[in-house]
């Protein structure tokens, strides 16, 4: 299983780009928000391009955001079970609502 942890010094932050035919399938994430100076909104977004078809031969990537997070100052915490139901079909990215480089975010995936 793949892993990496960032701090959110910026935003969004990649965590992993997608592969021909497979989905990204988060598995574990923790958010260490401890010496956070402030609360801890934290997105999972999913940018992709969908395929051309003949209603839109030239379609636009789209960003969706599969889950939200949000992590009090001074906590850590660490999330498996809300992540079962996420699917990531492009590139699997994290986004922290307000730029803070002490809150490190680590993560987890498998492709499908």
Request: with cysteine; charged share 15%; glycine share 6%.
């Amino acid at each position: 299983m793949p892993s990496l942890s960032q701090t959110m010094g910026s935003s969004p932050t990649v965590f992993a780009t997608e592969r021909v035919n497979a989905k990204i399938i988060p598995s574990i994430m923790m958010i260490d928000n401890v010496l956070g100076t402030q609360n801890a909104i934290i997105d999972i977004q999913d940018r992709f391009t969908p395929a051309a078809s003949d209603g839109t031969p030239a379609p636009a990537e789209q960003t969706v955001n599969r889950l939200s997070v949000n992590v009090v100052m001074g906590a850590c915490v660490s999330i498996q079970d809300e992540l079962k139901d996420v699917k990531v079909l492009g590139q699997l990215e994290v986004v922290i609502g307000t730029t803070d480089a002490a809150c490190i975010v680590s993560m987890g995936w498998n492709f499908d």
